[in-house]
């Protein structure tokens, strides 16, 4: 009798440590077609258009899994594994590994906050609640050339819990270097960034400092890749409308050395609307707009879109875009390496380049599907 009930209670505990623990596979496809004008010609001595099957313009196509387990006392573990890959081809992310945008593990308290390590999205990519395009293809990070969204390895990060509106988050990536900065022995330089949030019925406000070092030396030596950025946002909640604006200065330390990255330093700013038509269609319009110094020019992008829900999960797209260059620049609808178009842009080793020509626009249109599960 005690050996029975003995057994059923082993089987009760096992029952209960299983029902707090739970792990979740989620994901996203994004694919549609594109059209674009003003594209470099392949000797970059004219322009050209294209028409193409798309993935990841309205969001990219990603999927993972997360997972949390309660240890008792207020305090959970929890890991997070996410990639993201191309929907038309079914490639994932090359080089970048199987789970290139997040692999963290970690612990959470609901008192004193959470604090992962691991792989993650730079906080950076803090911005994204303050574009009114979130962050697609052409929007906030187009005119920094990908400045707002990369990836960070070696780290660690803390979010607080909110506390009278206000929340921190912060990050700091190790370059795991025999020099701190960084010193060429290692695939990545140190980043770090913190964030300061305040949120509210009405509004929400977002203070935001990162840097990232080069690998070689340690330094800042390119406004678009290994630079400090200041980011200032705010979102105002109005019944249907949403409007978020932002500013950026994004800063080098010395004079840039990067190949074709000639300005040392960015002034980007950003403003937009959303107009929750009905609560399936989402109608949005946003203004972009960086200077560049040392006569690098500055570039504008107008663009509208929206999106209807047909469900919960699944949502139609579309989004139109122009890029205004002044007669220096050459920034294009899509986040391009920094230099010449065609394929004699040799940061890109050869390889074809967006670009439009100095002083050219590019034009493009967008339309899509996107289901998340």
């Known amino acids: 009798m005690k050996k029975a009930l003995l057994a059923a209670a082993l089987m009760t505990a ?3 440590a299983h029902a707090q623990s ?63 890959f191309n929907t038309m081809n079914g490639q994932g992310p090359g080089g970048g590994g199987l789970f290139n945008r997040w692999a963290t593990v970690g612990m959470s308290n609901d008192a004193y906050g959470t604090l992962t390590l691991g792989r993650m999205l730079f906080i950076s990519n803090g911005v994204w609640d303050f574009d009114p395009l979130g962050q697609s293809n052409w929007s906030s990070a187009s005119l920094v ?34 020099n701190w900065n960084g010193n060429g022995t290692t695939p990545q330089g140190r980043d770090a960034g913190l964030q300061l949030t305040y949120t509210s019925s009405l509004f929400q406000v ?68 959303t107009w929750q038509a009905t609560p399936a269609a989402a109608l949005i319009a946003a ?31 579309i989004q139109v875009a122009t890029v205004r260059n002044s007669k220096t620049a050459n920034f294009g609808l899509d986040a391009n390496t920094a230099g010449v178009g065609g394929t004699g842009n040799s940061a890109t080793g050869g390889t074809y380049d967006e670009n439009p020509l100095p002083g050219h626009s590019q034009t493009g249109v967008y339309a899509g599907i996107q289901h998340s599960f």
């Open 22 to 84: 739970s792990v979740t596979l989620y994901g996203r496809l994004d694919a549609g077609l594109e059209y674009i004008s003003g594209l470099p010609n392949n000797s970059y001595t004219g322009s050209t258009s294209r028409f193409r099957a798309e993935s990841g313009d309205w969001g990219t196509s990603l999927w993972g899994m997360k997972g949390v387990e309660d240890i008792g006392g207020g305090n959970k573990v929890l890991f997070q594994l996410e990639g993201s």
């Open 145 to 178: 050339r990908g400045r707002n969204w990369p990836q960070s390895s070696n780290n660690i990060a803390y979010q607080s819990p909110k506390f009278y509106g206000f929340d921190v988050y912060g990050q700091y990536a190790l370059s795991n270097a025999t």
């Open 14 to 16: 096992g029952v209960v």
């Open 206 to 273: 977002r203070g935001l400092y990162d840097e990232i070092r080069n690998s070689a030396n340690g330094q800042f030596t390119d406004p678009f890749n290994f630079s400090r950025e200041y980011t200032g946002a705010v979102n105002v909640f109005l019944g249907q409308f949403k409007i978020q604006a932002a500013y950026q200065a994004i800063r080098t330390s010395a004079a840039a050395t990067a190949a074709g990255a000639s300005p040392t330093s960015l002034d980007h700013e950003w403003g937009g609307v």
């Open 287 to 317: 203004v972009y707009h960086v200077n560049a110094n040392k006569g690098a020019g500055n570039a504008t992008i107008y663009t509208i879109g929206g999106s209807y829900n047909l469900s919960k999960r699944t949502l139609l797209d």
